[in-house]
Every structure is written in structure tokens, then in C-alpha cells.
């Protein structure tokens, strides 16, 4: 007979890292921010640019990333 099939699939949408973000030097969809601790990594796969940045309040890697751009814009990395 009819079998009966309750199935509840419940997607959880894991929002995992790394996620990558446009590199503000080359422009290349390849920059990962990886949290650890007090301190995020950031890197470019494609150029080479990275930065270490001590986390300061929200620790989002978008957080994070808009910190990387700010700096490097002014010079301070790359
Ligand atoms: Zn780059």
C-alpha cells in the first residue's frame, strides 16, 4: 500500500568560508579571509596581496575585507 512519506528536509544553509571578494589590486575574484583568533588573514590567490588584520569589533569577512580595500588604498599593504 501507500507508503507514507513525511519527509522534512530541512536545508540549512551553512555559510562556510572561505568566501572570496574582488582583490582591490588585480581585480580578481580571489581574495579569502580566513578568521583565526583575534586576527584574520587576508589574501590575494591570483597577486600575492595579503595583510594580516587584528579583529575589531564585528568580524565579518565582508568586515574584514572593506578593512583590507581601506588599507590598501591607502597604501599600507601591497
Ligand atoms: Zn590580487
Not at 7 to 20: A, D, F, H, Q, S
Amino acid at each position: 500500500m501507500g507508503r507514507r512519506r513525511k519527509r522534512k528536509t530541512i536545508k540549512i544553509v551553512k555559510k562556510k568560508l572561505p568566501k572570496y571578494f574582488v582583490c582591490p589590486r588585480c581585480g580578481a575574484r580571489s581574495v579569502v579571509v580566513v578568521v583565526e583568533g583575534e586576527m584574520a588573514k587576508v589574501k590575494c590567490s591570483q597577486c600575492g596581496l595579503s595583510a594580516n588584520l587584528q579583529i575589531v569589533g564585528p568580524s565579518h569577512p565582508v568586515d574584514i575585507y572593506c578593512r583590507f580595500s581601506d588599507l590598501f588604498y591607502a597604501g599600507k599593504i601591497g
